[in-house]
């Protein structure tokens, strides 16, 4: 049996439960459990289990935000971001960093868009 990657170990869990019945997933997860047994890739399971995240979400369409302030979002604020920026809310990763001051970093589909008060006051900085 040819040795496999990480990434390819990800496609084939996502191929194997995408439209496995509730009732077989249990059975189904064992049998690739046993291939990755096999395949000594053990130690690997948490990139393994990354690929799989990474390949689902881009074969379902989803795509995860990250969303940085100085303080907690509520709710509200979570739902008014999701619908600004049209992502799904329960995509949202939210980082918590007292650096940025105040403002939002949100990063999505490969852009990140800075409105913290700390990239604005280095811009004032550097123009004074």
């Known amino acids: ?3 496999l990657i990480p990434q390819q ?4 869990l996502y191929l194997l439960t995408k439209d496995c019945q509730k009732k077989d997933v249990d059975k189904t ?3 690739f459990l046993r291939l990755v047994v096999a395949q000594q890739m053990k130690a690997k399971i948490p990139y393994i289990i990354h690929s799989f995240i990474q390949y689902a979400q881009k074969a379902e369409g989803v ?3 990250s969303v940085t302030t100085a303080f907690p979002l509520s709710e509200k604020q979570k739902k008014e971001l999701a619908k600004t920026f049209s992502f799904d809310e329960s995509m949202v990763k ?3 960093d007292p650096s940025v001051i105040g403002g939002v970093v949100v990063a999505f589909e490969g852009k990140r868009i800075d409105a913290s008060f700390r990239t604005i006051l280095n811009r004032m ?3 004074l």
């Open 29 to 31: 997860i064992k049998v």
């Open 63 to 65: 795509t995860p935000a």
């Open 1 to 3: 049996m040819p040795k």
């Open 94 to 96: 939210q980082v918590v």
């Open 125 to 127: 900085a550097h123009q």
């Open 9 to 12: 170990m990800g496609k084939i």
